[in-house]
């Protein structure tokens, strides 16, 4: 005879209680597998504190960006103690993979003495491996090393070309002492014509992101010395010559 209880409250069958163990015990398990494999992803990831920390990193395997980027930090100080010799070490394996910029810093801590011995020689050696690259300021130093002889023969005429040049890539510097050259005349054809326009294209290069911008000294200094002609002359060549720019917070489209 059947038992009314049996009816009201039937034993489930074993498949379903499999079933419903599974469904408990199968979503822990993927959990589980899931949560293995992203440990295992980033087992070992090195969480670094700084961006001197990252770049040095890299900077060790080989990295030639990394290792300016080291060398620059230890000249400067930025995020980590300066340190002129640990600089000149880490330019030193950026400039030997052909970096302009780190064979012209290189160059420059020769000739100061800066964290290492001072060499005139090996400074010039340096600047102007930079200079074939037409590096802007590798191209200006080593004119000016040219024309004083430091480190090599004199040689000014090449040096004063190679300040052109300079002067020409945009360097405020070099325009300067193209300016002041061809206001002088010296190792160039006098032209204050071309010396306004330099020193011009200099100051602009310098205080273009002031507002208003600072009154040049050199052009206060040049303007009595030139005919009406020559000025306007001068002026129309600025702005022929004049790059253009975007001051911050001018002409800038947000979204």
């Not at 052109?164 to 190792?187: D, H, M, N, V, Y």
Request: overall charge positive; glycine content about 6%; aromatic content about 10%.
């Amino acid at each position: 005879m059947t038992n009314l209880t049996d009816i009201r409250n039937p034993k489930p069958k074993p498949w379903v209680r499999w079933v419903q163990v599974l469904a408990f015990v199968v979503p822990l398990v993927i959990a589980g597998l899931w949560m293995w494999q992203e440990n295992e992803r980033w087992r070992g990831v090195k969480i670094y504190k700084t961006a001197f920390d990252y770049e040095l990193a890299y900077a060790e395997i080989g990295v030639l960006k990394s290792q300016v980027y080291v060398a620059q930090a230890y000249d400067n100080g930025f995020q980590v103690e300066k340190d002129p010799a640990k600089a000149v070490e880490w330019y030193k394996k950026a400039a030997a993979q052909s970096h302009a910029e780190a064979q012209y810093q290189l160059g420059r801590h020769y000739l100061s003495g800066e964290g290492i011995v001072k060499d005139e020689k090996e400074a010039f050696v340096w600047v102007q491996r930079s200079a074939f690259k037409d590096y802007p300021q590798g191209l200006l130093l080593t004119g000016q090393m040219l024309c004083e002889g430091r480190g090599v023969e004199a040689n000014c005429t090449r040096g004063i070309d190679l300040i052109r040049k300079a002067a020409e890539a945009g360097l405020p510097e070099a325009q300067s002492e193209w300016a002041r050259r061809l206001e002088a005349g010296e190792g160039v054809t006098k032209d204050l014509t071309e010396a306004y326009v330099f020193y011009a294209l200099a100051h602009e290069g310098r205080t273009w992101q002031q507002n208003p911008p600072p009154v040049s000294a050199d052009l206060q200094r040049l303007t009595p010395l030139m005919t009406k002609a020559q000025r306007a002359e001068a002026e129309k060549r600025f702005t022929e010559r004049r790059p253009e720019r975007v001051r911050p917070g001018q002409n800038q489209v947000t979204f």
